[in-house]
């Protein structure tokens, strides 16, 4: 049975980019048609500056949305990646595989990095190696998908290159994965500046539709999306990227292609109302969800808890074969 695996880091409040570009697929695709992994990679939130308490409450938050939005235990396993150690065993190991140069041509790397400096702060060694570590979530699990947003195929495409290095290196031990990226909806931009991606930890959150806003809230910043000069609905993602972005968001929502939904629209004003109106549809049955589960935390740290025993036992016997493959002896 094909195996897969995805997470999401507790930087931030979700967003409609997170929902559209990932979670909406594990919970209507992924869950159903294979042996499925949801990670909250708690790990990488760690990687830039970070406040413990809202990282350990943002993790709760995460996955406890990822089950309001219809992932089900019965179907899939949620864990927190730190509940499970063979990620961080099997990261340093992969760290001995990769090299500093690849690291530093991420364009993830490259862009935090310049925004924690912009910020004043140091720039943490862990957000260099960021990607070893989620190539180790992946390959713990042999997973051969990891669906996810198109910012995330650079490091999966990277973790396609460990695997198969350490393979040739140190004899089969990995399965390699390949990313798997929705055709429309898999890069949501920021609504006030849409040629930057709509990202969870951003500063800015005009632009950001989280889950959780209020129904209010979130049409205001969809009718508040910036548009493009012109006055004609095209899906042109270089000369009208506010608009294409809108399209997307509604095609993802409501179905049919951005270009065929662009046809039907005379205004940018009719186009924004129905976003608007789409999007909190779609997110309506998820707030409710979370707010029943927020009544019951017990559920969820069962969850979790009973997720965690299952990743371990599934992680444990190939992360145990690295170690032997890679020469350290084992325990007698
Ligand atoms: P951060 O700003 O901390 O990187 P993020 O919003 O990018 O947060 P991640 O936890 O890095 O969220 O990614 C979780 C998943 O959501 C990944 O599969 C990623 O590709 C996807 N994703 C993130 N942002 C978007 C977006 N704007 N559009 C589509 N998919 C996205
Ligand atoms: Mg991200």
Redesign the pocket.
Known sequence: MTRIF????P??HL?L??Y????RQWVEVDQHKADALFCV?DL??LTVDHDPARVRRLSRQAATLLLAAGLEPARCTVFVQSHVDEHTRLSYLLECTASDGEMRRMI?YKE?SARERAAGGGVRLSLLTYPVLMAADILAYSADEV??????AQHVELTRDLAVRFNQRYGHTFTVPKAVVPSV?????DLQDPTS??????AETAGIVYLLDEPDVARKKIMRAVTDSGSEVVYDREAQPGVANLLEILASCTGGTPAELAGTYASYGALKRDTAEAVLELLRPVRERHAELCADPGYVDAVLREGAVRARELARPTVDAAYAAIGLLPPA
């Open positions: 995805s997470g999401i880091k930087t931030g967003t980019g997170n559209l570009g990932a979670v990679v990488h939130a993830q935090k669906p996810v947003g198109d910012d995330q909806a898999a890069r949501i931009m991606k709509m990202g969870k930890s951003h």
